[in-house]
């Protein structure tokens, strides 16, 4: 615990990532049972280890229906829903994929052109089969795969806010690794500079009671013979998603519609990405291309302050 005027920072490593809650009173006991909830949630939820609920679907990929706790059919229909949206550049069922390229962690490769047009084949939304009387998920094709790593941190976000608030927590921040939730007013959240320190930021948001998710194509990824290749694949292709786009922050009222809508718009790159934004008033944005500019979508909801002179407002 360190504390930097009234706030109380305690921090865990969990989901792979450092995870920081902010409290403006020493509450050791809350932060154990804000960790603990983390935990729990994960457990349910990872596919980074040979047993969860969503393993076990997986698991039975192929032969048969398994029935899973309320929270994670919930996240599943959603999650199918929005794969099937047109054009959409987000599908939960990428697990194939993602597990064959192995982008950040040990043995990552490029696989063979041939290989990822095989594993394509795997990644058909509507072959998962849900039925609400039991509650259970089929994937229909042996070797299919689900994988809610692009939105798992969302999911839980909202669950520890909504806690939180139950404890008659008025001002907290949490952060989940690329997830930021807050409570109550004042928070200034920070946007890293892609390829840089992992200190340095291009500039500062400020929020009131607001999510900040951002996914950027520099939080994993690896080299090979002077290419990069990052963790956000285009289910289209197979690789990883390629256009004009470094990285794409949601401020949102829920942390999981920010999670969703960050692979959302990544896919529609900025001219598409900002036509889509415009019919969504409950959702706001922030892009940073390639070309060193930072897009606002519009300031209703937060305030940025522009730090690094090598990046520029458009
Ligand atoms: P995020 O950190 O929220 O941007 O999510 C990235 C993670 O989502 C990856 O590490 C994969 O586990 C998963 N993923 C990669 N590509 C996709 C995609 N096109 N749709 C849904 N999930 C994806
Ligand atoms: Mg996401």
Redesign the pocket.
Known sequence: MQTEDRIYAYSAVLMGSPILLKLFSDNQSLAAQVFGLIKQLEDLLT?NRPHSEVMSINHAAGSHPVSVSEPVFNLIKR?RAV?LLPGS????T??P??KRWK??FHGDTVPPASELQALLALTDAHQVILNEQERSVWLAMAGMEI?????A??YIADVIKNFLQQQQVTQALINLG??VHTLGSGWSIGLKKPFSDPDALIGVIEVANKSV????IY??YFEREGRRYH?????RTGYP?DNELLSVTIISDDSLDG?IY??LI??MGVEGGLAYLAGLPHIEAILVTQAKEVILSSQRQFSFRLLDDEYHLR
Do not use: M, Q, W
């Open positions: 596919v999650a794969s550049c987000f599908n939960f990428i697990g994929l993602v982008i950040g994988d809610l790593g692009a939105i941190k969302g690329g997830n998710v951002t996914s950027g939080e994993r963790h956000i694949l285009d289910p998603l999670d960050t692979t990544y896919g």
